[in-house]
């Protein structure tokens, strides 16, 4: 099993990126798959999900009406636009992979994580 981010960067604030998790090794399309964060000496916390077929998505109030996740089944990839970047956006982005929306989770996976800096 592989999740691969990609996407991140350096950023002024009021702009944008576009992360990428390419994956392989199991079925990407019965995964719920959400993007995760974790600030310079915070816990990590969840950004957004999206359900297998990505007819539901939700977001932390953070990011709401900011940030989009969404998902390619065909490519078994799954995204997350970034606009109007604030500072606080600053973290370690991390890809996840869940065999179902409520735990216990037979299946858990994780990517390494991408850095995104907003900073002037």
């Known amino acids: 099993v592989q999740l691969v981010e990609s996407g991140g960067g350096l950023v002024q604030p009021g702009g944008s990126l576009r992360l990428s998790c390419a994956t392989s090794?199991?079925?990407?399309?019965?995964?719920?798959m959400s993007w995760y964060r974790q600030p310079p000496g915070k816990e990590r916390e969840l950004v957004a999900v999206i359900s297998g077929a990505g007819g539901f998505t939700n977001y932390v109030d953070s990011v709401k009406g900011r940030f989009t996740i969404s998902r390619d089944n065909a490519e078994n990839t799954v995204y997350l636009q970034m606009n109007s970047l604030k500072p606080d956006d600053t973290a370690v982005y991390y890809c996840?992979?869940?065999?179902?929306?409520?735990?216990?989770?037979?299946?858990?996976?994780w990517g390494q994580g991408t850095q995104v800096t907003v900073s002037s």
């Open positions: 090794g199991f079925t990407f399309r019965s995964y719920v």
């Open positions: 996840n992979a869940k065999n179902s929306w409520y735990p216990p989770w037979r299946y858990n996976y």
